[in-house]
């Protein structure tokens, strides 16, 4: 592959949805912490969207996950630390010390989902949702993978709540997105739902604009071999939580508009641009 060739989206998934999980995961759901929970869902429905969902036999060495999240395990963080000032080490929960790692979450869904490919973690604030999205872009161009599911996935809470600046709002939820080679989407005859181009990421030294963002969009544009003029539609979004850039992406693409640029800023500076292709 090249730097310009084209990733197939074939699956999207939310959470909540309210979309039944597969009788093997509903356990390890149950038992998890918020956060792993969201990320089940969400890349639950849209591996089976992709007809990606196998949830037994052998790990598949070629299918991954990335996933993208501006608060990852804060919740669980804060009840730990509660538990063991209240009660010493008889409040170090074994079971809530493991949801403190920061790439628990991308590991229950590798878990149960039998993903044996790249796991990973990351956070640029809320514009991870829009980095995990390149970063798996660049895992399969590479050749890492044959395909993988990118997911931003955010929960919030009271001690969440209390942390973040007087004024600040956040909801919590998930989103997750397939993203396949090209031969291997075609071999299987999966549906593409549209196609990843380029993407750039930076920081702002001032949030909401200047060069970061503007260096970002070149970049973006210049991986995906299209200039600003050929851009059919651009999404901006000043995101709250990981899942809003891909949220917003797919919605113009959804929209049928062509070629879609994507920036995603996030308050704390952090910048991102994506830049995809409608299927139709």
Do not use: K
């Not at 000032?85 to 979450?105: D, E, I, K, L, W």
């Not at 973690?121 to 395909?147: E, I, M, P, Q």
């Not at 709250?240 to 704390?268: E, F, H």
């Amino acid at each position: 592959m090249t730097a310009r060739d084209p990733l197939a989206i074939t699956g999207v998934g939310t959470a909540p949805s309210g979309v039944a999980l597969p009788e093997a995961v509903r356990a390890r759901a149950a038992r998890a912490e918020r956060v792993p929970q969201l990320a089940l869902g969400a890349c639950g429905a849209a591996l089976a969207a992709a007809g990606l969902a196998v949830t037994d036999g052998a790990p598949r060495p070629r299918v991954g996950i990335v996933l993208g999240t501006a608060y990852g395990c804060f919740l669980t963080n804060a009840a730990f630390q509660r538990g063991v000032a209240a009660r010493g080490q008889a409040g170090a929960s074994p079971r809530a010390f493991a949801a403190t790692v920061s790439n628990a979450a991308a590991g229950e869904v590798a878990i149960a989902y039998r993903l044996g490919g790249p796991s990973v973690t990351l956070t640029a604030g809320a514009a991870a949702g829009s980095v995990a999205l390149g970063h798996a872009l660049d895992l399969l161009r590479r050749g890492d993978a044959d395909a993988l599911v990118a997911a931003a996935v955010d929960a919030v809470g009271a001690p969440l709540a209390d942390w973040l600046p007087a004024g600040a709002t956040a909801g919590e939820g998930g989103v997750a997105v397939v993203i396949e080679r090209a031969a291997a989407a075609a071999a299987r005859g999966a549906a593409v739902r549209g196609w990843l181009l380029g993407h750039g990421l930076g920081f702002e030294a001032e949030p909401g604009g200047g060069a970061g963002l503007a260096a970002a969009v070149d970049g973006a544009l210049a991986e995906a071999g299209v200039t600003r003029g050929t851009v059919d539609g651009v999404v901006a979004v000043e995101a709250v939580l990981a899942a809003d850039g891909p949220r917003a992406l797919l919605a113009g693409l959804a929209a049928d508009t062509g070629t879609v640029l994507l920036t995603d800023v996030c308050p704390s500076g952090h910048v991102a641009a994506v830049v995809a292709r409608s299927a139709a």
